[in-house]
C-alpha cells in the first residue's frame, strides 16, 4: 500500500511507543515521516528532529524545518503525552498546568504552526492521540483524565473549524497500549508481572492493545481511504467504549 506517497508526516511524540509505530508504517506507506520528539533518535527511513511541544520556538522550529528540507506539509500526528496518577488531591497546580501544557497546549501550538501549510495540501489531515481516559471515568487519573478529556473537545472544535477548508481532523483513543510508557509503570509496580495480568485482564478482549493497532487506526484516519471521515473519536480499546463497559 503506498496511499502516503510523496506527503510529508510530522508524528509527535515519535521515536516511542505509539508515535513510533504510527511513523514507521507511515514511512512504509510512502510517507516522509518525521519523529517530533524530546530525544528524536529514529533510524532510516524516519527523520527525527529535536522538539518540545511545549515550548512554542522550538514547535515553530521543527515545522519550519521540516517544510524548508521536505517542500510540503500533509498530516500532522498529536501524539506526544505525558501522563499523571491520582485524584484532584494528589498533583499541584505547577504538575497540572505542565500536563495540560504538553497534551493539550502542545497539540495546539503544533496545529498552529502547521495549518499555513496544510491548507496547500490536497490530502489535509490532523490526529490527535487522545485516549479511553477521556471517558471511561479511570480511578486514580484526574489530572491525566481532564487533559485528555479536553483532547477529544479540541479535537471536535477543530474539526468543525477547518473540514470547510478541506483539512480534517479526527483523534484515536486506545485504551491501555502495550508501549514503554505503560512498560515504565509495569517495571514500578511491586509485581509487575502481575501487574501486567490485571491490566490485561481489565481489557474486554483480555490483553494490551498493540501500538500497531493504534498505529492502523491513526494511519487510516490520516489516509485519503478516511477522506469523508472527520470529526469522529476513533476507539481501539477491545471493545471498552463501543460495549459500554467499565474498566475493571
Ligand atoms: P511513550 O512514553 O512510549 O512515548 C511518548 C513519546 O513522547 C516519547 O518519545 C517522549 O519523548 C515524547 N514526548 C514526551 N513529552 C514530549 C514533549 N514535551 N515534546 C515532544 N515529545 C515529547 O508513550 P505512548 O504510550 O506511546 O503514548 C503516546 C500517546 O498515547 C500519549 O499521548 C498517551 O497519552 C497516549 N495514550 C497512551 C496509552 C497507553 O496505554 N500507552 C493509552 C491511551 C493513550
Not at 91 to 102: A, F, G, P, Q, T
Amino acid at each position: 500500500m503506498s496511499d502516503f506517497e510523496g506527503l510529508v508526516a510530522v508524528v509527535t511524540g515519535g521515536a516511542s511507543g505509539i508515535g513510533l509505530a504510527t511513523a514507521t508504517l507511515l514511512a512504509s506507506r510512502g510517507a516522509t515521516a518525521v519523529a517530533l520528539d524530546l530525544e528524536p533518535g529514529v533510524e532510516d527511513p524516519l527523520v527525527g528532529i529535536r522538539t518540545d511541544v511545549s515550548d512554542d520556538e522550538s514547535v515553530k522550529a521543527a515545522i519550519n524545518e521540516v517544510v524548508e528540507r521536505f517542500g510540503r506539509l500533509d498530516v500532522v500526528v498529536n501524539n506526544a503525552g505525558i501522563g499523571a496518577q491520582g485524584d484532584v488531591l494528589a498533583n499541584s497546580d505547577d504538575e497540572w498546568s505542565r500536563v495540560l501544557d504538553v497534551n493539550v497546549l502542545g497539540m495546539v501550538r503544533v496545529s498552529r504552526a502547521a495549518l499555513p501549510h496544510l491548507r496547500r495540501s490536497p490530502s489535509a489531515a490532523i490526529v490527535n492521540t487522545c485516549s479511553i481516559a477521556a471517558w471511561a471515568g479511570l480511578p486514580q487519573r484526574a489530572l491525566y483524565s481532564a487533559s485528555k478529556g479536553a483532547v477529544y473537545s479540541l479535537t471536535l472544535a477543530m474539526a468543525a473549524d477547518h473540514v470547510r477548508e478541506g483539512i480534517r481532523v479526527n483523534a484515536v483513543a486506545p485504551g491501555t497500549a502495550d508501549t514503554p510508557w505503560v512498560g515504565r509503570l509495569l517495571d514500578s509496580a511491586p509485581d509487575p508481572a502481575a501487574e501486567r495480568a490485571a491490566l490485561e485482564a481489565r481489557q474486554p478482549h483480555g490483553r494490551l492493545v498493540s501500538a500497531d493497532e493504534v498505529a492502523g487506526a491513526i494511519a487510516y484516519l490520516a489516509s485519503p481511504l478516511s477522506g469523508s471521515t472527520a470529526g469522529t473519536i476513533l476507539a481501539v480499546d477491545g471493545g471498552m467504549h463501543g460495549l459500554r463497559l467499565r474498566p475493571q
